[in-house]
Every structure is written in C-alpha cells, then in structure tokens.
C-alpha cells in the first residue's frame, strides 16, 4: 500500500543548529514528493517539490531536500535554525494518482533560543 | 489577495446540527479539493472536483457530507446531522490541473475549524 511516514512527531533543534526532518515513503511507482508547512492558524504552505528531474531540491526559506530511491526517502534539511521556522511540516506524496496526496501525520519543529 | 478563501474561519455547532463551509478557489484554478485534517494528523483526502464534476470521493466521505462546485468556482461542502467525530479542521485547496502526469501546487486556504459539541 501506497503511504509516507515521517519519523518524529516532534523536533527539537537549537537556533542556529542544523534541521532534518525525516520522511520515508512506500510506493510501487515512482512518486512526486512534497514538503509543505503550517504555521499555527495558517494553511498549508507548499516548501518544495520532487517530480523526477533533480534529486536534490532547493526550496524556500532555505530548505533542501534530497530524494534517495535507495532509502525511499525524501528528508528535509535547513543547515541553520531560525526562530521563524518554528511550524509543522508535512510530507506528502503523489503516487499512483495524479491528485490524491498520501499525507505523513507531521512533524512539529521546535526551535531553541 | 488571491489566494484560496475559506469561510467561516470558525463553527461551533451542537451535535445533530447541520452546517456548511464555503471555499473560494485561486480563480483560474479548474481543480479544487476538500481534506480533514485531525489534530496531530496529516490532512486526509475527502473529496475532488475538476470544474463542476466531482470526480473522486473518498469512502471518508459519508452519506451525511455533500459537497459541490456549482459552476466550477467556488464549492461548498455540507455535514448534516453533525457528529462529535465530525470536530476537524476542513481544508479546501486548489490547483490548475493540465492532466497527466503533470502536478500542478495545491494552494490551500486557512481552513474551517468545525468544534461540535
């Protein structure tokens, strides 16, 4: 079955430090991922994207992620915390499905002054 | 702003209630679509309109919830008869679709906390 996990519910990192955020997916096609964002009371904000071209990609605010068909997965990295990226982020997938994103349950990202 | 709309922002309702929530897509955007999102979960996918049709609904989306896209802009999505299990965060988002396999963004809108009590 088609599904994507995200190891961790919660991050805690200090500012400055280094950010990764895990997700692993499960599908028998080749998948589009995504990144999204939620700032409390706000919707969901689209950081970045893979659709097969580039493996590694480059988001906003300074996101990178890199897509490993070996390990199935999909981590999001930031070399340097900031305050503002205090936020819940989402894996999601497109697998055997054209619109139907697989969602992961999220990860809290937790920033220490 | 043209971004996607949602209203209200906030319902609290009392149990057997019926209520209805609005989204207002990016208005070029043909597709639109409504998740749930529970607390401490990812949005689950409710339903799926391309235009007017509704083209996907997920087994979710029980006979008690209706949704519908009128002339292919805005949607509304109805629960009647609403449930304590129905307390949720309702999202609606939108995206200019142009077919296979192409992905085209979901832009999302706010939300629509539903508390039933």
């Known amino acids: 079955a088609q599904s994507v996990t995200q190891l961790g519910s919660h991050v805690s990192v200090s500012e400055g430090a280094l950010v990764l955020l895990r997700c692993n997916y499960s599908s028998s096609v080749p998948p589009y991922l995504f990144w999204y964002v939620q700032y409390p009371n706000q919707g969901l904000q689209l950081l970045l994207k893979y659709t097969s071209a580039a493996t590694l990609v480059k988001g906003i605010n300074g996101f990178e992620a890199e897509f490993k068909k070996s390990e199935t997965s999909f981590h999001l990295t930031k070399p340097s915390a900031h305050m503002s990226d205090a936020a819940e982020y989402f894996c999601?997938?497109?697998?055997?499905?054209?619109?139907?994103?697989?969602w992961g349950a999220g990860t809290k990202l937790i920033i220490k002054p | 702003d043209t971004g996607v709309s949602q209203n209200p922002r906030h319902k609290i309702t009392k149990r057997g209630q019926n209520v209805t929530f609005r989204c207002d897509p990016i208005?070029?955007?043909?597709?639109l679509y409504w998740y749930r999102q529970t607390l401490g979960q990812g949005p689950e996918f409710l339903t799926y309109?391309?235009?007017?049709?509704?083209?996907?609904k997920s087994r979710l989306l029980s006979d008690r919830f209706s949704a519908e896209r009128p002339k292919g802009s805005f949607s509304t999505l109805e629960i009647q008869r609403t449930e304590q299990g129905d307390s949720a965060m309702y999202l609606c988002a939108s995206s200019l679709g142009r077919g296979l396999p192409s992905y085209n963004e979901q832009f999302f809108g706010p939300g629509t906390r539903l508390t039933v009590l």
């Open positions: 999601a997938g497109l697998m055997d499905s054209n619109y139907q994103l697989i």
């Open positions: 208005s070029e955007h043909n597709r």
């Open positions: 309109f391309q235009n007017e049709a509704q083209l996907e």
